[in-house]
């Protein structure tokens, strides 16, 4: 059984992308199997990074990667009004297109895998992960079950019917990290939950977020088994994970949590063209950017950005936070 970890990513978030490479190496190890899913067709430069990396690949099915991007276009396809509204929006096709092209690792080389978006940093060990997908087949940790107006179009009268207000409030996750099994969205149950879909399903999809409500939906629709740790830890167990969250004490180029180490640091809701800008030398602050910078120059501390003039803050972190949260609907504190 060969264990491994997917990344979502093109160039755009290739400043990000070495870092949690890099801290993969240092917090897990240098040999372990990782796997590129393409946003799109901009891989240049991280084709070029990871020549010296023998342990990444960029997953280059190509028959696979039409397989998901049709199966979404149906999906889509069966939603009332969801076309329309991007239309509006000046948006071509899809909106997001490329972030469903992390539905591939269910039919990549891994036969068990942890997914991560490229705007994380890993800070721990994950056999854990892995040990609880022997028990479960899908593994999360995170706590959007707190809000699920950012996973399902809450306005829409279908939601109920198809899932209990206690399934919604306890089994909805964050599509930014999760673990689970290749195989388990086989042919016959594509067809299924895209005839539910047809029927009247599509309305509860929420349009804003592609990615994190259809595989919330396949999840729970087909009534796979999930664990999120957020839920079932001992309570002095549990740790954010999210860059909203200003409490984490910083040691050693880790993150902890009321003394308890982080798994992973997600800075979700902050711009790749922020980590851009700092990594080209411009004094920007952004909450936890020191721990950044260490694991982007990790291997490379001689292009450590030698920053000249003042430093500006990228917001005041309290409204950086609310309207962070707000626009994500993540609880403060997690």
Not at 44 to 68: C, G, H, M, P, Y
Not at 108 to 129: E, M, T
Not at 130 to 155: A, E, G, R
Not at 185 to 201: A, G, P, T, V
Request: proline share 4%; hydrophobic share 35%; with cysteine.
């Amino acid at each position: 059984m060969t264990d491994g970890i997917y990344i979502l990513g093109n160039d755009v978030v290739y400043e990000q992308l070495v870092a949690l490479l890099n801290s993969i190496d240092a917090n897990i190890g240098k040999d372990y199997p990782i796997c590129i899913l393409p946003y799109d067709n901009q891989l240049d430069r991280i084709r070029e990074e990871i020549k010296n990396r023998s342990n990444v690949e960029i997953f280059a099915d190509t028959s696979v990667i039409q397989l998901w991007d049709n199966f979404v276009e149906e999906v889509w396809q069966a939603h009332p009004y969801a076309f329309q509204t991007w239309q509006k929006k000046e948006i071509k096709g899809m909106h997001r297109h490329g972030v469903h092209r992390r539905f591939c690792a269910f039919d990549g080389p891994f036969d068990r895998f942890i997914y991560f978006d490229a705007d994380i940093l890993v800070l721990n060990s994950i056999d854990y992960i892995f040990q609880q997908l022997y028990k479960s087949d899908f593994v999360v940790y995170d706590f959007q079950y707190t809000d699920p107006s950012h996973v399902y179009n809450i306005k829409s009268q279908q939601l109920l019917n198809i899932f209990s207000q206690a399934r919604i409030n306890s089994e909805i996750f964050c599509s930014g990290m999760y673990a689970t099994k290749k195989g388990i969205f086989d042919e016959e149950k594509r067809n299924l939950l895209l005839s539910h879909l047809r029927l009247q399903d599509a309305e509860v999809l929420y349009i804003n977020a592609p990615d994190q409500t259809i595989l919330n939906y396949m999840v729970m629709r087909s009534g796979i088994s999930t664990w999120n740790f957020s839920r079932h830890l001992p309570q002095e167990e549990v740790t954010g994970c999210c860059v909203t969250s200003s409490h984490f004490q910083e040691k050693n180029h880790l993150l902890y949590d009321k003394e308890v180490r982080l798994t992973y640091l997600h800075y979700i809701g902050l711009s790749s063209k922020l980590f851009s800008r700092v990594c080209e030398g411009e004094n920007i602050i952004f909450p936890y950017r020191d721990i950044f910078l260490h694991y982007r120059y990790l291997h490379e501390p001689e292009k450590y950005p030698q920053f000249k003039k003042q430093p500006k803050a990228y917001d005041a972190l309290p409204s950086f936070t609310s309207r962070v949260l707000k626009k994500l609907g993540i609880p403060t504190g997690v």
